[in-house]
């Protein structure tokens, strides 16, 4: 009997152990830093720790986007995005819990896939509400009719922003004329009608069909401890089921293209817009990677063959193009800006005579060379970022596998100049192309575009190159980053630094570097040329041109960047350890010995008038515009005066190179401020010996002063701009106020204008209009409080983008909103959640290392420590309603007291509308 019974407690031991080896993770691959595990519902788990980055990114990808919508349902995988963040029953408010927890969240649909990701300050307690949110909304997801009744408007209000953009609507047509049969050539946002008319049943079954383990990949990156998190997610997500039904996914063949097809699109705009698609294979196909590579030598800036032929011979002022990585065969899209007094038709010759002379002029080993270390580059830099990383690595996910991210990248190095101009020959011919009308020929040239062969193959074995480490476990506390400040001023000049050593995972370095010089007078009449000055500076120097210092920038990995306006300029460098200081001296010649050619000079003109043409009938445009002018305080030729769109015209026109000479001359220099800051796996010694030594001799006469705008009261107003056959409307308003950082009232503030129209559609503004009343896609407001402790000038503003026949619903919702603000103020529970997403915000914040550079730059600027901003966060923890409520009655005015514009189609409405009437 003992021994049955000891038998049976062993086998039941065995069993238990079997079921508990069962339930744990499998971990089946791991590329650079980037492992893969499955769990036995079929859920893959990607995790990839970064010490250094202080924040998490929790990213889930459902292979499930606009490809798999069936006949009247276009737009559902982008609608049920939406109703996703509609709550669920353990998580009944979900926007309010995404702000509640300072993160920086969103949910993307494209055409293979759908995800939704959220950053947050690294700790436990966040990581376990994340994964508990995702895991509850991949099966537990409302999905209710009262939620699509109220979103499908502010759906509908997406898409008719996306129709104000004449640019947006013929790149969907030329894509949609392109695509025969296949989903890639229908819009992801959808069809008005599928949109408003979608039963609710068919959007549960589409969810219940697709969000589930076996469909979803779950990536964490950042910093996390990775047994820990392994645990966490085997929690929340292995007890999850999937449906009973299997699923497959049938792909629709495109037929290859018998000929080449044109589109014309008529609306209103100025700028004239020529474009040119060509079908090409899925991302995973051994051909995607040489095309990128011809894609990126006719549009590269400036050795671009399209952009040395286009802009460079102003005949358009500028192009983009861009490809997808798709699971199936896609397509390469290029666009052409061109201004109104420029010929349309000569820039369509110009186009597409490159495209059809290729086969005839081959690529070279030069273009080759340039394009793989441009290329490189880009990879590179995004592969240093782990948060960004996270949501990138859904693209590659929805083309068949994560992995495919790197093969793409070894096979854009590896490519040769016969592959190159293989695939060049074989898919960029005429009956491959979509921009014109039907063409009969008797000898048709077609192409079957191949699908990809043994993936599963492909990626089983990869095992990538050697990752870039996880960095250091950097404490963003104030306390931490003060004590790791190192500051001073550099001997011989006056330059202030502040340094942060610390080790960043890739070894990745940001370094900014501003000086101050003139005064208000010294500035007076300068127009449009501080600008053009610093946008001037990478255009070539003495001993560079543009494309040299664009190739040794790709060699470095690294990238500078400058602005500059009313005597200041700054200069932003992005680098890694190993190239810092040869970066550091590219960027030197660039600031001491810049060239101002007449033909870079004329580009940049160019695109600027281009791009004042694309915004001269755009609602939101127009409407910061005339804001400006209502509320100008200064004549005209003051630095800070607000200019029309002629002034402004005539403004570019009239900058010439010696103008550019002349203000670099004065203004370029160090005179007496000028802050320099760098964060990363730097040698302090090294930069400041290097500044030092580099700009001993950079001096400028001119002492600066800052300009000084005080505070002034706005002029109340609530004007209406018509602009025709624009499906989208835009109201802005703005209530200047005076208080600075300094006053008592701006921890309450910032509270203040948290919830009233900041958070994750959660806000007071953004509740009413979106959440209640479904008129607008965006909506929200905030408050602005200016550093200066003597100007004073702050301001508060709303806004909202919504379709124009719902005017009359926005503005009587700002104005109840605003008043009921006034009235009753905040709740306790507002209070709390503002706060602590308020504070868990600045942590984020302060974890990035271009966002600390900004706030360190500013704190040497004002004489100030970040015992400053410690200071602020204890106010906002110490703050009572009374606090926060007493500074609203004191800031915030009635809606009839602030500056607001309306820009839409009013005129087509108010018509609509009595014609409407007359029919009755």
């Given at each position: 009997m003992k021994t049955n019974i000891r038998a049976a407690i062993l086998v039941l031991m065995a069993l238990c152990l079997s079921v508990t080896l069962q339930a744990q993770p499998k971990q089946t691959a791991s590329v650079e830093g980037i492992t893969e595990y499955m769990l036995d519902n079929g859920l893959k788990v990607l995790l990839f720790p970064d010490n250094s980055s202080q924040t998490i990114t929790v990213n889930i990808t459902y292979r499930v986007g606009s490809r798999h919508e069936g006949y009247g349902e276009k737009g559902m995988a982008h609608l049920l995005e939406h109703l996703v963040f509609k709550g669920t029953p353990n998580h009944p408010d979900i926007p309010k819990e995404l702000t509640a927890h300072g993160a920086r969240p969103n949910g993307t649909t494209w055409y293979d896939r759908t995800n939704y990701f959220e950053t947050f300050n690294a700790t436990d307690e966040n990581l376990d509400w994340a994964l508990d949110l995702e895991a509850d909304r991949m099966v537990n997801s409302y999905i209710a009719k009262k939620d699509l009744e109220s979103e499908f408007s502010v759906v509908r209000n997406e898409f008719e922003s996306g129709e104000n953009s004449p640019t947006g609507?013929?790149?969907?047509?030329?894509?949609?004329?392109?695509?025969?049969?296949?989903?890639?050539?229908?819009?992801?946002?959808?069809?008005?009608?599928?949109?408003?008319?979608?039963?609710?049943?068919?959007?549960?079954?589409?969810?219940?069909?697709?969000?589930?383990?076996?469909?979803?990949?779950l990536m964490v990156t950042g910093k996390f401890n990775t047994e820990k998190t392994l645990a966490l997610i085997q929690k929340k997500f292995g007890g999850l089921k999937n449906p009973d039904t299997p699923l497959i996914d049938v792909p629709t063949i495109e037929p290859p293209q018998d000929g080449e097809k044109r589109v014309e699109l008529s609306r209103v705009g100025d700028l004239q817009l020529v474009s040119a698609l060509y079908h090409t294979p899925a991302g995973s196909h051994v051909d995607y990677a040489p095309l990128a590579i011809v894609e990126n030598i006719l549009t590269d800036q400036p050795s671009g063959r399209l952009y040395k032929a286009l802009v460079e011979s102003k005949k358009a002022s500028s192009l983009w193009s861009f490809s997808p990585f798709t699971k199936e065969p896609g397509f390469m899209y290029f666009n052409v800006d061109v201004p109104s007094d420029k010929s349309l038709a000569e820039a369509e010759e110009t186009l597409l005579s490159i495209f059809d002379g290729l086969r005839d002029n081959p690529i070279t080993e030069e273009e080759l060379k340039r394009a793989k270390a441009n290329l490189a580059k880009q990879i590179d830099q995004m592969s240093r970022n782990s948060s960004f990383l996270g949501t990138f690595t859904s693209e590659f996910i929805g083309a068949g596998d994560w992995r495919l991210m790197f093969i793409h990248r070894d096979r854009v190095e590896a490519a040769t100049l016969e592959q190159v101009n293989d695939v060049l020959s074989r898919y960029f011919i005429k009956t491959n192309r979509t921009v014109g009308n039907f063409l009969p020929t008797k000898q048709p040239m077609r192409i079957e575009i191949p699908h990809t062969e043994g993936l599963e193959e492909l990626v089983t074995n990869y095992k990538g190159k050697e990752g870039f480490g996880a960095g250091e476990a950097f404490d963003v506390s104030y306390e931490n980053i003060q004590n790791r400040f190192d500051s001073g001023m550099l001997g011989g000049?006056?330059?202030?630094?502040?340094?942060?050593?610390?080790?960043?995972?890739?070894?990745?370095?940001?370094?900014?570097?501003?000086?101050?010089?003139?005064?208000?007078?010294?500035?007076?009449?300068?127009?449009?040329?501080?600008?053009?000055?610093?946008?001037?500076?990478?255009?070539?120097?003495?001993?560079?041109?543009?494309?040299?210092?664009?190739?040794?920038?790709?060699?470095?990995?690294?990238?500078?960047?400058?602005?500059?306006?009313?005597?200041?300029?700054?200069?932003?460098?992005?680098?890694?350890?190993?190239?810092?200081?040869?970066?550091?001296?590219?960027?030197?010649?660039?600031?001491?010995?810049?060239?101002?050619?007449?033909?870079?000079?004329?580009?940049?003109?160019?695109?600027?008038?281009?791009?004042?043409?694309?915004?001269?009938?755009?609602?939101?445009?127009?409407?910061?515009?005339?804001?400006?002018?209502?509320?100008?305080?200064?004549?005209?030729?003051?630095?800070?005066?607000?200019?029309?769109?002629?002034?402004?015209?005539?403004?570019?026109?009239?900058?010439?190179?010696?103008?550019?000479?002349?203000?670099?001359?004065?203004?370029?220099?160090?005179?007496?401020?000028?802050?320099?800051?760098?964060?990363?796996?730097?040698?302090?010694?090294?930069?400041?010996?290097?500044?030092?030594?580099?700009?001993?001799?950079?001096?400028?006469?001119?002492?600066?002063?800052?300009?000084?705008?005080?505070?002034?009261?706005?002029?109340?107003?609530?004007?209406k701009?018509?602009?025709?056959?624009?499906?989208?409307?835009?109201?802005?308003?703005?209530?200047?106020?005076?208080?600075?950082?300094?006053?008592?009232?701006?921890?309450?503030?910032?509270?203040?204008?948290?919830?009233f129209g900041g958070g994750f559609l959660n806000s007071r503004i953004a509740t009413r209009l979106r959440q209640q009343d479904g008129v607008s896609y965006g909506a929200g407001g905030g408050v602005n409080v200016d550093s200066d402790k003597v100007d004073k000038n702050s301001a508060m503003y709303i806004y909202a983008i919504y379709?124009?026949?719902?005017?009359?619903?926005?503005?009587?919702?700002?104005?109840?909103?605003?008043?009921?603000?006034?009235?009753?103020?905040?709740?306790?529970?507002?209070?709390?959640?503002?706060?602590?997403?308020?504070?868990?915000?600045?942590?984020?914040?302060?974890?990035?290392?271009?966002?600390?550079?900004?706030?360190?730059?500013?704190?040497?600027?004002?004489?100030?420590?970040?015992?400053?901003?410690?200071?602020?966060e204890e106010k906002v923890k110490n703050l009572t309603v009374e606090d926060v409520n007493k500074a609203i009655k004191t800031y915030f005015k009635n809606f009839e007291e602030w500056s607001v514009v309306n820009a839409g189609d009013y005129e087509n409405f108010e018509i609509k509308n009595k014609d409407e009437k007359v029919d009755d």
């Open positions: 609507v013929l790149m969907q047509k030329v894509i949609s004329s392109a695509f025969l049969w296949h989903n890639y050539g229908q819009s992801t946002i959808g069809n008005k009608s599928d949109i408003e008319r979608v039963p609710i049943e068919n959007l549960k079954a589409f969810y219940k069909k697709y969000y589930r383990p076996d469909n979803a990949v000049t006056n330059i202030e630094y502040g340094f942060i050593k610390k080790d960043n995972r890739g070894e990745t370095v940001n370094v900014n570097f501003a000086f101050r010089n003139g005064t208000v007078d010294d500035l007076m009449n300068k127009g449009s040329v501080a600008g053009y000055t610093a946008r001037m500076l990478n255009k070539g120097t003495k001993s560079k041109s543009r494309q040299d210092i664009e190739d040794r920038l790709s060699e470095l990995k690294s990238s500078v960047s400058f602005s500059g306006s009313n005597g200041r300029t700054f200069a932003y460098v992005t680098s890694t350890k190993e190239h810092l200081m040869e970066t550091l001296k590219l960027m030197a010649e660039m600031l001491k010995t810049p060239a101002f050619d007449a033909a870079e000079l004329e580009k940049l003109k160019t695109q600027d008038i281009a791009n004042i043409e694309r915004n001269k009938t755009e609602p939101q445009f127009l409407v910061q515009k005339r804001l400006g002018e209502i509320n100008q305080k200064y004549k005209k030729g003051h630095p800070l005066y607000n200019m029309s769109l002629e002034e402004q015209v005539a403004s570019i026109n009239n900058v010439t190179t010696a103008d550019l000479q002349a203000y670099y001359d004065d203004f370029y220099g160090i005179s007496n401020n000028a802050t320099l800051i760098a964060i990363g796996n730097i040698d302090e010694q090294e930069l400041k010996s290097f500044f030092e030594k580099e700009f001993a001799d950079f001096k400028s006469d001119l002492p600066y002063s800052e300009i000084k705008d005080p505070y002034a009261v706005n002029n109340p107003t609530n004007e701009i018509k602009t025709p056959d624009k499906k989208n409307a835009f109201t802005l308003g703005f209530l200047n106020f005076e208080c600075s950082q300094y006053d008592d009232d701006y921890a309450a503030l910032q509270v203040a204008g948290s919830v379709a124009p026949e719902n005017e009359a619903k926005v503005q009587k919702g700002f104005k109840e909103e605003i008043d009921r603000f006034i009235k009753d103020g905040i709740t306790q529970q507002e209070l709390d959640d503002a706060v602590k997403g308020w504070v868990q915000a600045q942590s984020v914040s302060r974890a990035k290392d271009n966002e600390l550079a900004s706030t360190l730059n500013n704190n040497l600027y004002y004489d100030r420590d970040m015992m400053f901003q410690k200071g602020i």
